[in-house]
């Protein structure tokens, strides 16, 4: 069968890292078309004979929604591609959303506040849980921010909608961050 999680992984990082490396032109929101992807990734061997329907297996098989075909076209679905920054509308947030991190980030995100690092923007999420998933990923222990969205977005930060269970912003100054569980 074939590797659903590693084709997914191929893609996002097609389309939000690295399109030009594989001559693929994303438009403005992030979309390329459905073909020219199959005909890039069949090129290499293993994923020779890859057809549409094997995408859309990929994306209904994944745990979370990261990509999206509509008619011809597909793309992540939420885009933090380094190279292209999307063009994307900005949205008044909740009064607060989280961020789950670890220990070892702590110190240096109460001094600078929040930073996209690789990504093009901060991930957050509406509810505690899911930012305690993400934190998981990376240490058995989560450490759980709270940021004050709305004041940070009515002093200018801009946030956008990513997807049910994600927000994502620009840099989030410390002042609007506390820590609310530590477990
Ligand atoms: C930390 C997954 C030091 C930040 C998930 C995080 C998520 C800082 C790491 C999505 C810092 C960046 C995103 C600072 C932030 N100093 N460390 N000033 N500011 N950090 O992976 O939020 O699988 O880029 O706490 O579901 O962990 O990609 O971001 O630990 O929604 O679909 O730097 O990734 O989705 O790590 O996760 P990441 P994230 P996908």
Known sequence: M???TK????VSYILRHNPD???IKLDAEGWCSVDDLIDKLSET???KGLTRADLETMIELSDKKR???KAEKIRAFYGHSIKNKLSKTANKPPKVLYHGTVERFLNQILQTGL????RQYVHLSSDVNTAQQVALRRDDRAIILEVAAQSAWENGVKFYIGNEDIWLSDPIPSEYISIIEDK
């Open 45 to 47: 061997p293993l994923w």
């Open 21 to 23: 490396k594989y001559g």
């Open 115 to 118: 930073i996209p690092k690789e």
């Open 2 to 4: 074939l590797d659903y």
């Open 67 to 69: 990509h999206e075909i």
């Open 7 to 10: 084709l997914s992984r191929e």
